[in-house]
């Protein structure tokens, strides 16, 4: 389900493109997989997106894209990729003095992510790292049926708190939920990826 929040928003940009969307709930979450396991069931998707004649491959994943792209885009480099990662660039450019960035154990614990709250704050800026097991899989068991699990997880994960100024959702399944997490932080802007990566989409099939 989570990618469903990238596909929508490229599709506001790309209306009269054509679409093809894997959503791959067999495998769901991919955030406690390891790298190799996840990187053959993610070049096994992108095998059949190549197949079926895709110009561009959307990795409508965070921990995904995080984890497997680069070594995506050095054994395909025929094909056009766009990854998604935590909006931390576009948190910390609001000018938010704190930032939390919610994510997969594994997504927390990638070089990539270390390197994005590392790199990018300024000298009154602080990156927090907050990893939530489980709650893309609660997230995709229980969307549009029933809150009170999803509920239940957040509070078992999250307390509230209202120092933090920009929260980002380093999961697309987290944007499905905005609400709920919002409630925990109730003076911060939630931030997530979609529009970012249909940006770049857009720009690569301008170019086209």
Not at 61 to 80: F, G, H, Q, S, W
Not at 177 to 205: H, N, T
Request: with cysteine; glycine share 6%.
């Amino acid at each position: 389900m989570g990618g469903t929040t990238i596909l929508e928003a490229v599709k506001k940009r790309l209306p009269e493109a054509e679409y093809r969307y894997i959503a791959d709930s067999e495998n769901c979450p991919y955030g406690e997989k390891s790298n190799s396991l996840l990187y053959e069931i993610v070049r096994g998707q992108v095998e059949v997106l190549r197949d079926w004649g895709a110009d561009v491959i959307v990795i409508a994943c965070n921990t995904a894209t995080v984890r497997c792209i680069d070594k995506l885009r050095r054994d395909y480099p025929e094909l056009k990729f766009v990854g998604t990662e935590p909006a931390v660039k576009l948190a910390l450019k609001t000018g938010a003095r704190k930032v939390l960035v919610l994510a997969t154990p594994n997504t927390v614990k990638s070089e990539r992510m270390k390197m994005l709250a590392e790199k990018n704050h300024g000298d009154n800026q602080k990156v927090d790292l907050l990893a939530c097991p489980g709650l893309a899989r609660i997230i995709e068991d229980n969307y549009r049926a029933d809150d009170k699990p999803i509920i239940w997880k957040l509070h078992e994960l999250l307390t509230v708190d209202e120092s933090y100024e920009a929260v980002v959702l380093g999961c697309t399944h987290y944007s499905l939920v905005k609400d709920l997490i919002q409630k925990f932080y109730p003076k911060a802007e939630l931030i997530d990826g979609a529009d970012g990566v249909a940006r770049r989409v857009e720009e690569l099939v301008i170019k086209m």
